[in-house]
């Protein structure tokens, strides 16, 4: 569901109350009668200065929760430690004689000192304030300084003066094929992800197939995280009904540049088609899917679980596949062109 703020959601229940009809509005708006519903079971008859002292009431009652929750664990550790025996204070010390004895000759390691190190180090960064340890340690060694580098490193640790460094993933020249209807199914797949949340404020994803012969939406599956191991599992629950592709057309993300996702393909014979990076529209036919399914599902309901995301997307998927025409097929629904194609 798209966001929208207090002060609009108040602003259309008045439309309603005005008068407008609820259909009318929904259609105006984009968005589902059950979400109008739960807007006016929790905002009906409030101002937006009323929702703003809701909202400071409900931040006031977390954190009292939280205060609650913390002063009853402490109160718990305090029972434990009084219940735990104590040991006398002269058994203590009998046993920390005997240890004495045991170990009367040990080894002390002799600690450098790294003051001067510290100093010239600290020095080096507060004037290079993005160096690195191989500028620094460099920049020490035309000093005149003869220090090891590993010593310096291990002060340099201490220190914590270590930069973060985010790598950028090398990506091979990607050479697509030009976007063509395939002549058969199961010739090509088409898939991305995409994302929303749900009435809790819960992130969760969504991964789409179809099938470019028909435009057919083979599945979409609905979770909170779609790691590569996930993704071929449920590519494997599709096509033990609607068999391997030949080949499948993906993007640059790292579900399908990793070992997992690339392996499992090879196993099954499918040709990899990567879109260079950047190029959404080498990827049209799924692109313009995710668009149908945002406008007509993930904006238009306010989801409270995904249990209930699954279902209506589910019952979307079956109205999309047998009712909803596609301009690219002749207005016929992907069922009709792919029995009209197999009859022929």
């Not at 609009?8 to 109008?36: D, H, W």
């Not at 305090?78 to 010390?93: C, G, H, N």
């Not at 599956?221 to 494997?236: E, M, N």
Request: aromatic fraction near 10%.
């Amino acid at each position: 569901m798209k966001k929208m703020t207090e002060h609009q959601i108040v602003s259309i229940l008045k439309e309603a109350e005005a008068g407008i009809p609820v259909k009318e509005l929904c259609r105006k708006y984009g968005m589902g009668n059950s979400t109008f519903y739960k807007w006016r079971e929790k905002y009906g008859g409030m101002e937006t200065s009323d929702i703003k002292r809701l909202k400071e009431l409900e931040a006031e009652n977390r954190k009292l929760k939280q205060m609650f929750a913390e002063l009853s664990l402490k109160s718990q550790l305090q029972e434990e430690i009084i219940k735990k025996p104590l040991v006398p204070t002269k058994a203590r010390k009998t046993w920390a004689q005997q240890l004495q004895q045991n170990h009367s000759v040990y080894y002390q390691p002799k600690l450098l000192d790294d003051s001067v190190i510290v100093s010239v180090l600290n020095a080096i960064t507060d004037r290079h304030l993005r160096w690195g340890f191989p500028k620094c340690f460099n920049r020490i060694r035309k000093l005149g300084y003869k220090w090891n580098h590993k010593r310096v490193y291990r002060v340099y640790c201490e220190l914590k003066l270590n930069l973060r460094v985010k790598r950028k993933q090398r990506i091979p020249p990607r050479c697509p094929e030009r976007l063509l209807v395939p002549n058969k199914q199961g010739e090509c797949w088409s898939m991305d992800f995409m994302s929303d949340s749900s009435g809790n404020q819960r992130r969760f994803r969504t991964f789409n197939v179809i099938d470019d012969f028909n435009r057919e939406a083979l599945g979409i599956d609905i979770a909170v995280s779609l790691p590569a191991g996930r993704v071929t599992r449920y590519l494997d629950k599709l096509a033990e009904y609607h068999g391997y592709p030949l080949k499948i057309r993906v993007d640059n993300g790292p579900e399908f540049t990793g070992k997992t996702f690339i392996n499992w393909a090879k196993l099954h014979g499918i040709n990899i088609d990567y879109i260079q990076p950047g190029s959404p529209y080498q990827n049209g036919y799924i692109e313009r899917f995710n668009r149908t399914y945002r406008t007509e599902v993930l904006d238009l309901y306010l989801f409270n679980n995904l249990a209930q995301a699954r279902r209506i997307t589910e019952e979307w998927l079956t109205i999309y596949n047998t009712e909803r025409p596609h301009e690219a097929l002749n207005n016929m629904t992907p069922i009709e062109y792919k029995t009209l194609k197999q009859a022929a």
